[in-house]
């Protein structure tokens, strides 16, 4: 089925669009300018996850901490959220999102879990999704804020922040230490145990990217190159030069544990600043 239309969010300064399906933050855009980056070929269908934006991937990253889950990424991204709120506050406009198992069931075992995403349109983008127990027994889930970030050309971006992290290499399945500032010269997929704050120095754009994490162990940075995009039908074969995904969340090694009563906040804070 055809996905409904975007909901139009902003302020004098900012507009956003954002899908109930997936709680997912389509654009945002700063003075008509677009900050993130969406493919020209990604799918509006119920079951299929978008291309671009800001998925939510939760309660799993990509296939898990088995390798064995399905689908990529977890529920969350394909599912129907409710609309809880909107409301208008100083120089932003705030959305509230809830998700629960009536809407993903089977998400995790048992039924007393809520998610909530907050999705604040001003002149930051400020999104935060709480995880809460509500139920008896602990669980584990893994999360990550999956952000498409538009980029003038990714071969000449410098990112900044991560400078001595340790990260998981996806594509050659090796642990290394960042030295010096990411730059993306060849696919890139990669798991840093860093959170916190990273700022990507765009030339071509003549622009920074601020982005503020909290309550992330680990920052991912994606950038598919030539051949992977070709292979992904959602993708088109040349897009991949504007786009870089700088994610915050709590993967793998960093999967958080809920005791009964507790919740966990994953913050994702997004500025433009000159160059
Ligand atoms: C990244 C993963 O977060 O998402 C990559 O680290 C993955 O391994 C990418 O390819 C895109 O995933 P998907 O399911 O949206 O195609």
Known sequence: MTLDAPREVGTDRSSAQVYDYGAHVWSWSLDGVPVLWTSAKSVFETGVALRGGVP????????????????AHGLAR???????????????????????????????????????????VG??????????NRGVTSFSYEVA?????????????????????????????????????????A???????????????DPVLGRGLRVATEGAANTIVWNPWAAKAAAMPDFGDDEWPGMLCIEAGNVLDHAVTLEPGDSQTLRYGLAVEAS
């Open 56 to 71: 939510i991937c939760w309660p799993w990253f990509g296939p898990g901490r088995s390798g064995e889950l399905a689908p």
């Open 78 to 120: 394909i599912k129907e959220w409710t609309l809880d709120g909107r409301v208008d506050r100083a120089n932003a406009e705030v959305l509230t999102y809830v998700l629960g198992p009536d809407a993903a069931p089977g998400a995790l075992p048992g039924e007393n879990w809520r998610v909530t995403y907050q999705v604040s």
């Open 123 to 132: 002149d930051d983008l400020e999104l935060a999704l709480t995880v809460e």
């Open 145 to 185: 804020l999956h952000t498409y970030l538009r980029v003038g050309d990714v071969r000449q971006v410098a990112i900044a922040g991560l400078d001595g992290a340790s990260y998981l290499d996806k594509v050659t399945g090796r642990h290394e230490v960042q030295a010096g500032d990411v730059t993306i010269v």
């Open 187 to 201: 696919e890139t997929d990669r798991v840093y145990s860093r959170g916190g704050e990273v700022v990507v120095t």
